[in-house]
Structure formats: C-alpha cells, structure tokens
Antibody, heavy 118, light 109 residues
Framework: QVQLVQSGAEVRKPGASVKVSCKASGYTFTYYYIHWVRQAPGQGLEWMGW????????NYSQKFQGRVAMTRDTSISAAYMDLSRLTSDDTALYYC???????????WGQGTLVTVSS | DIQMTQSPSSLSASVGDRVTITCRAS??????LNWYQQKPGKAPKLLIY???SLQSGVPSRFSGSGSGTDFTLTINSLQPEDFATYYCQQTYGIPLPITFGQGTRLEIK
C-alpha cells in the first residue's frame, strides 16, 4: 500500500534551518510529484511547493523563494524539504503529499511538527 | 496568486442533513478544483478532484460540482464521521502557485 513516512518532530532556534524527510513506499516514486504543505497551529493549509522526483524540477511558492529547497534521493525513494532562516512564524506541522500532474494529492504523510523557539 | 474564498467559515448541522459548502476563485480555474477533509490531528484526505470526480473509497454521499469560478461540495445525509474541516484547493495553471481556501468547519448541531 502507498505510504509516506515523515521524519520526527524538530525544535530549532530562530535563524536556524530544518530538513524534513518523506520516505515513500508502495508505488513508483518517480511517477508522482511530491508536494509540501504546512499548517500553523489552529490555522489552514498552506502550499509550499513541489518537486518532480523524476527530473528534480521544483516549483516553490513565492512566499518561500530563497528560503526553501526541495530535493530527492530516488535511490531510496525519499524527498526532503529544507527551510532556512526560521522564525517563530514557521512553527507548524509540515506535510508531504503525493501529487498528480494536475495538482491534487491523494496520499499524505503523517506530518512533522517543527517548533521554532528561542 | 489565485485567491480561494470558502463559505461559510463554519457550519452547524445534524446527522442526516444535507449540507453545501461553496468555494469561489478570484479568476477562472476551469475545473482545477479539489476538496479535502481534515479531522483534528490527522492529515487531509482527498474527497473530490477536478471539481466533480469522487476519489476512490470516498462515500457517494459526497459530491462536487462547478467550473470557472464557483464550486460546491455537497454532503448528503450527514454521518457522524463527516464532522470535520473541509478545504478547497485550486491547482490551475501549474506551475503557477497552488492555493487553498481558508477552510469550513462543520460542527454537530
């Protein structure tokens, strides 16, 4: 069965970086996009960007341009989201999700809580 | 970016009711509109994709309609497990940005 398993919770100080991993199984990793979506406590969903695991092409929300990097390792079917220059506003649950070329996501990871606090 | 506005922001209903949630786009998005359900502490779940296609495994009481700028999610005969928050998502014009609506919280009356 399709599964996306994310890395565990992280705590960072303001100004630091965090890297979240998303390991896929149960399907051909390079056939589907990986989207990253975050959700601040008590707030709605915010799309951050996607990576095409086949080509490595990425597309980032302008809000995160220059601060986010999405990468993949096809040898282990894993995707990564690296977010730098963290502030308290980046405290959120970060999800990876399998996506189709038309943009919708049918399988989601369990979420990774990133807490930014001094 | 394309803005998505959901209404209402919250809704109270009873088991067995029929409810409708609407989503309006700030410009035409053809049929590139998806609906997700999210329960507390859980990841979102895809219900409807491309405006009206029911995701596999989703009960047929959920349906979606619309095109252009105006879309609706309808839930017939509400069940206890349907009380959750619902989000619309537009995916028009990729690689243009994807955006979500602000969510509609469906509560038990």
């Amino acid at each position: 069965q399709v599964q996306l398993v994310q890395s565990g919770a992280e705590v960072r100080k303001p100004g630091a970086s965090v890297k979240v991993s998303c390991k896929a199984s149960g399907y051909t990793f390079t056939y589907y996009y990986i989207h990253w979506v975050r959700q601040a406590p008590g707030q709605g969903l915010e799309w951050m960007g996607w990576i095409n695991p086949n080509s490595g092409d990425t597309n980032y929300s302008q809000k995160f341009q220059g601060r986010v990097a999405m990468t993949r390792d096809t040898s282990i079917s894993a995707a990564y989201m690296d977010l730098s220059r963290l502030t308290s506003d980046d405290t959120a649950l970060y999800y990876c999700a399998r996506g189709y070329s038309s943009g919708y996501s049918d399988y989601w990871g369990q979420g990774t809580l990133v807490t930014v606090s001094s | 970016d394309i803005q998505m506005t959901q209404s209402p922001s919250s809704l109270s209903a009873s088991v067995g009711d029929r409810v409708t949630i609407t989503c309006r786009a700030s410009q035409s998005i053809s049929s590139y509109l998806n609906w997700y359900q999210q329960k507390p502490g859980k990841a979102p779940k895809l219900l409807i994709y491309l405006a009206s296609s029911l995701q596999s495994g989703v009960p047929s009481r959920f349906s979606g309609s619309g095109s252009g700028t105006d879309f609706t999610l309808t839930i017939n005969s509400l069940q206890p497990e349907d009380f959750a928050t619902y989000y619309c998502q537009q995916t028009y014009g990729i690689p243009l940005p994807i955006t979500f609506g602000q969510g509609t919280r469906l509560e038990i009356k």
